[in-house]
């Protein structure tokens, strides 16, 4: 008995150590683990905030000053006009930027300044316009944003979009259509108004449609205009990062001037939330179009949070009018759109048209 006491109190010591030494071990492993995943995220983040020349020269924008760059007048994208970069020579930009940098991160937890998005984009030029000096683009992309009271989205918005923007090297115009007044909102009409608008300024050849509140999460996902219509906001952190359904055509989508065009625009006729993304599939599926997506993984985005806007309601007329789509189509839409427009502000980072648009 005297000589087993002590083996028991030795294994039992033995024991003891090797459990301390594996949570050690444990503890060890979860510290690097989210110290790495960190490091990537921070890494990622700093990525969205530079943008890169063709040469892959990276400039730093955050906080603002960037070294060794040109002065803004001396860039192409300030320019209003078609200037025909193809008199200067340059090459076509590759069908893929090599600018891209894949995921990024996206936080809304911090403050941003208009300032200082001006500032960390200096190339692009007043009303938000912008176009590759290092090649020509591809396409000539209006981008419209439809849009009442919500700055605080619009400043994210400007924040994380033009560093994307630049690095997939498009020639690109920002244009938020401000509602004017208190009635009712109608975002596809809005939408509409900002085609028309957007097409006196520039001759572009393809639309993308996007709400104040959507960020990308991925650079690959390109704000540009494929063979079918597309939408790009197919994987929303709101949905746990999957489509709600599949005829599913809200958030953010594109599409070429001659597929908008061919199914009349968008309806002027839905005032309230709700409906005319799907009126506008199945306007799209009436003429024979599918609908072209980035995968899950690009397509990936982040909504910013937010609580019912006033004079927004869920339209009670929705259901029916989705109904007979097919019917209204041809008589409701960019052919009989009307609007007065009350102003034009060509901003340093957007042109923000304000227009009245009406009641219902
Ligand atoms: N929008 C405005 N101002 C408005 C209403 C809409 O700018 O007053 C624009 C904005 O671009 C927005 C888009 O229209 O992203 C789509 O409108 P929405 O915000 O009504 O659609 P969403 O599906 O929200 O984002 C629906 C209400 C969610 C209520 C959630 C309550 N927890
Ligand atoms: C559908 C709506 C769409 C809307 C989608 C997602 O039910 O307009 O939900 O809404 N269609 C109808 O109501 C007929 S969301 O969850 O983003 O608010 O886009």
Same mark, same amino acid.
């Given at each position: 008995?005297?000589?087993?006491?002590?083996?028991?109190?030795?294994?039992?010591?033995?024991?003891?150590?090797?459990?301390?030494?594996?949570?050690?071990?444990?503890?060890?492993?979860?510290?690097?683990?989210?110290?790495?995943?960190?490091?990537?995220?921070?890494?990622?983040?700093?990525?969205?905030?530079?943008?890169?020349?063709?040469?892959?020269?990276?400039?730093?924008?955050?906080?603002?000053?960037?070294?060794?760059?040109?002065?803004?007048?001396?860039?192409?994208?300030?320019?209003?006009?078609?200037?025909? /970069?193809?008199?200067?020579?340059?090459?076509?930009?590759?069908?893929?930027?090599?600018?891209?940098?894949?995921?990024?991160?996206?936080?809304?937890?911090?403050?941003?300044?208009?300032? /200082?998005?001006?500032?960390?984009?200096?190339?692009?030029?007043?009303?938000?316009?912008?176009?590759?000096?290092?090649?020509?683009?591809?396409?000539?992309? /209006?981008?419209?944003?439809?849009?009442?009271?919500?700055?605080?989205?619009?400043?994210?918005?400007?924040?994380?979009?033009?560093?994307?923007?630049?690095?997939?090297?498009?020639?690109?115009?920002?244009?938020?259509?401000?509602?004017?007044?208190?009635?009712?909102?109608?975002?596809?009409?809005?939408?509409?108004?900002?085609?028309?608008?957007?097409?006196?300024?520039?001759?572009?050849?393809?639309?993308?449609?996007?709400?104040?509140?959507?960020?990308?999460?991925?650079?690959?996902?390109?704000?540009?205009?494929?063979?079918?219509?597309?939408?790009?906001?197919?994987?929303?952190?709101?949905?746990?990062?999957?489509?709600?359904?599949?005829?599913?055509?809200?958030?953010?989508?594109?599409?070429?001037?001659?597929?908008?065009?061919?199914?009349?625009?968008?309806?002027?006729?839905?005032?309230?939330?709700?409906?005319?993304?799907?009126?506008?599939?199945?306007?799209?599926?009436?003429?024979?179009?599918?609908?072209?997506?980035?995968?899950?993984?690009?397509?990936?985005?982040?909504?910013?949070?937010?609580?019912?806007?006033?004079?927004?309601?869920?339209?009670?007329?929705?259901?029916?009018?989705?109904?007979?789509?097919?019917?209204?189509?041809?008589?409701?839409?960019?052919?009989?759109?009307?609007?007065?427009?009350?102003?034009?502000?060509?901003?340093?980072?957007?042109?923000?048209?304000?227009?009245?648009?009406?009641?219902?």
């Amino acid at each position: 008995m005297a000589s087993a006491e002590p083996s028991v109190n030795f294994n039992l010591l033995h024991r003891t150590c090797k459990l301390v030494v594996v949570l050690c071990f444990l503890h060890i492993s979860v510290t690097v683990f989210f110290y790495v995943r960190s490091l990537d995220i921070r890494f990622a983040f700093a990525q969205n905030q530079q943008s890169r020349d063709a040469t892959g020269t990276v400039g730093s924008t955050i906080g603002g000053t960037r070294a060794a760059e040109p002065p803004p007048e001396a860039e192409a994208g300030g320019e209003a006009e078609d200037e025909p /970069a193809a008199g200067r020579n340059l090459k076509k930009c590759p069908q893929t930027s090599p600018l891209l940098v894949g995921p990024l991160r996206v936080d809304f937890n911090i403050p941003v300044s208009l300032d /200082a998005v001006e500032k960390a984009n200096p190339r692009v030029g007043p009303g938000g316009r912008y176009k590759p000096k290092e090649c020509q683009a591809l396409q000539k992309v /209006a981008i419209v944003i439809p849009f009442r009271e919500r700055d605080q989205h619009l400043k994210f918005w400007l924040f994380y979009l033009h560093p994307i923007l630049q690095r997939q090297q498009l020639d690109y115009g920002v244009y938020v259509i401000n509602q004017d007044g208190e009635e009712t909102f109608n975002r596809a009409k809005l939408l509409n108004v900002g085609y028309v608008e957007a097409m006196k300024d520039y001759d572009y050849d393809c639309l993308v449609f996007s709400d104040v509140d959507l960020i990308p999460m991925d650079d690959r996902n390109i704000y540009k205009c494929f063979s079918q219509p597309r939408h790009l906001s197919v994987s929303m952190d709101k949905f746990g990062f999957r489509l709600p359904y599949k005829q599913y055509f809200g958030g953010v989508s594109s599409m070429m001037k001659d597929q908008y065009l061919s199914i009349n625009g968008f309806p002027n006729d839905y005032w309230g939330w709700g409906g005319e993304d799907d009126d506008i599939y199945n306007r799209l599926a009436s003429k024979g179009m599918s609908i072209s997506r980035p995968s899950g993984e690009v397509g990936k985005c982040r909504m910013i949070r937010h609580e019912r806007d006033k004079q927004n309601e869920p339209n009670p007329q929705r259901f029916d009018r989705i109904a007979h789509t097919r019917e209204t189509m041809s008589k409701d839409g960019i052919k009989s759109l009307s609007y007065k427009r009350l102003s034009k502000e060509t901003l340093p980072l957007y042109t923000k048209i304000t227009v009245d648009i009406g009641k219902p």
